[in-house]
């Protein structure tokens, strides 16, 4: 039997080790995408995944080799970039924007000029692209998504942000975290999971007035008067020290003042989806905690701090995000009240959401089909 030609795959913007579970998730769900693509195109992978920090890995993969790397090392990290047959660039999802300052799109511009000059192909697997607040930025992500072998993005808003020749060139798919497996847990009746983000809670970075810490404990407040049973789920789990990232020290911490379950410190995206799977309900402010949620089957509100929530659900037709720059706590609680009302029908929506899921899927799947039948 002949054996398979195997190509050489290096991903930046991926993770299998942070303590960001969505950027997790979206790696899982790109091996998983890209594992079905070489089945079909009849040639088999190695992927490299090019990583800060390795420490506390979460994956055991013979086919995925975690390597770390300094981002800001431009030419060497060129030299490494040249030896794949093809770079996936995923940005960490929402990356290609300006929105977190100046600095961090900087040092996602030195991974993205290692990949240009590394020679190599690459792809811009599904991801937000914008909003941008500065022309250079906007011209950087213009030239760079031109350049890409292929590109697509996880919402149509995206576009907007774009030159036309770039609206034309990305393909509008869904977020690769909707299609991470996991283990489907058992439903617990009127038990409703809350995601609280860290991020939001310390820091009014980006949200500026918006009073988040009251409005997490009105609802906290209000659902236990209604006699549901709550959990607090992180999704940015960081056990040995309090950064203003974290949700996992800021859950804790509301669990003890309310009396709640104790919150349990995920190990994995999938350890997480798997957990989240068993609510009558969710709520969350971390787009892929609501993300897991969502595709786990369970009525979902997603409390938006950015455009990007809105994007990638309405793009599967789940028009149930609120924006918190925009929705008070009252109307929070009330939309809180009026889902819960409305269970299910949110569980028909959700059938029809998972199929719609199910199609992007596919379409993506197929562009690396066709483009591991060039290499």
């Given at each position: 039997?002949?054996?398979?030609?195997?190509?050489?795959?290096?991903?930046?913007?991926?993770?299998?080790?942070?303590?960001?579970?969505?950027?997790?998730?979206?790696?899982?769900?790109?091996?998983?995408?890209?594992?079905?693509?070489?089945?079909?195109?009849?040639?088999?992978?190695?992927?490299?995944?090019?990583?800060?920090?390795?420490?506390?890995?979460?994956?055991?993969?013979?086919?995925?080799?975690?390597?770390?790397?300094?981002?800001?090392?431009?030419?060497?990290?060129?030299?490494?970039?040249?030896?794949?047959?093809?770079?996936?660039?995923?940005?960490?999802?929402?990356?290609?924007?300006?929105?977190?300052?100046?600095?961090?799109?900087?040092?996602?511009?030195?991974?993205?000029?290692?990949?240009?000059?590394?020679?190599?192909?690459?792809?811009?697997?599904?991801?937000?692209?914008?909003?941008?607040?500065?022309?250079?930025?906007?011209?950087?992500?213009?030239?760079?998504?031109?350049?890409?072998?292929?590109?697509?993005?996880?919402d149509a808003i995206s576009s907007h942000c774009l030159n036309k020749g770039n609206q034309k060139k990305v393909k509008v798919v869904t977020d690769l975290g909707l299609t991470m497996s996991y283990e489907p847990r058992p439903k617990l009746s009127k038990t409703i999971g809350f995601n609280v983000s860290g991020l939001l809670y310390n820091s009014n970075a980006l949200l500026g007035d918006v009073p988040y810490k009251e409005i997490c404990h009105e609802v906290i407040q209000h659902l236990i008067s209604k006699g549901y049973q709550l959990c607090l789920v992180p999704h940015v789990v960081i056990t040995d020290r309090d950064l203003v990232d974290n949700?996992?020290?800021?859950?804790?911490?509301?669990?003890?003042?309310?009396?709640?379950?104790?919150?349990?410190?995920?190990?994995?995206?999938?350890?997480?989806?798997?957990?989240?799977?068993?609510?009558?309900?969710?709520?969350?402010?971390?787009?892929?905690?609501?993300?897991?949620?969502?595709?786990?089957?369970?009525?979902?509100?997603?409390?938006?701090?950015?455009?990007?929530?809105?994007?990638?659900?309405?793009?599967?037709?789940?028009?149930?995000?609120?924006?918190?720059?925009?929705?008070?706590?009252?109307?929070?609680?009330?939309?809180?009240?009026?889902?819960?009302?409305?269970?299910?029908?949110?569980?028909?929506?959700?059938?029809?959401?998972?199929?719609?899921?199910?199609?992007?899927?596919?379409?993506?799947?197929?562009?690396?089909?066709?483009?591991?039948?060039?290499?």
């Amino acid at each position: 039997m002949k054996n398979k030609k195997v190509i050489s795959i290096g991903f930046v913007g991926h993770s299998f080790c942070g303590e960001n579970l969505g950027v997790g998730a979206l790696g899982f769900g790109e091996l998983q995408a890209i594992t079905k693509a070489c089945e079909t195109a009849g040639v088999d992978y190695q992927v490299t995944c090019y990583e800060t920090s390795v420490q506390h890995p979460y994956l055991d993969d013979k086919k995925v080799m975690l390597q770390e790397f300094n981002l800001k090392k431009i030419l060497a990290n060129a030299r490494m970039f040249s030896k794949h047959d093809i770079m996936f660039d995923m940005g960490g999802g929402d990356s290609f924007s300006d929105i977190y300052g100046a600095k961090l799109y900087i040092v996602q511009m030195f991974i993205k000029m290692a990949v240009i000059l590394s020679g190599t192909p690459y792809v811009l697997p599904p991801q937000t692209y914008g909003p941008f607040k500065r022309w250079w930025a906007r011209w950087f992500g213009n030239f760079y998504i031109q350049k890409s072998e292929i590109a697509f993005a996880r919402d149509a808003i995206s576009s907007h942000c774009l030159n036309k020749g770039n609206q034309k060139k990305v393909k509008v798919v869904t977020d690769l975290g909707l299609t991470m497996s996991y283990e489907p847990r058992p439903k617990l009746s009127k038990t409703i999971g809350f995601n609280v983000s860290g991020l939001l809670y310390n820091s009014n970075a980006l949200l500026g007035d918006v009073p988040y810490k009251e409005i997490c404990h009105e609802v906290i407040q209000h659902l236990i008067s209604k006699g549901y049973q709550l959990c607090l789920v992180p999704h940015v789990v960081i056990t040995d020290r309090d950064l203003v990232d974290n949700d996992y020290f800021v859950c804790c911490q509301l669990s003890e003042k309310y009396g709640l379950d104790k919150v349990v410190a995920f190990k994995s995206p999938k350890e997480a989806k798997s957990f989240i799977s068993q609510f009558d309900f969710f709520i969350g402010s971390r787009m892929h905690a609501t993300i897991a949620a969502v595709s786990s089957g369970v009525p979902t509100l997603p409390l938006a701090y950015s455009r990007k929530f809105k994007g990638v659900f309405d793009n599967v037709n789940y028009h149930y995000t609120l924006d918190l720059k925009e929705a008070t706590s009252e109307q929070i609680i009330g939309k809180i009240d009026e889902m819960l009302s409305r269970k299910e029908e949110l569980h028909r929506i959700l059938t029809t959401v998972q199929r719609q899921i199910d199609d992007f899927t596919e379409t993506y799947v197929q562009g690396l089909v066709d483009l591991f039948k060039k290499l």
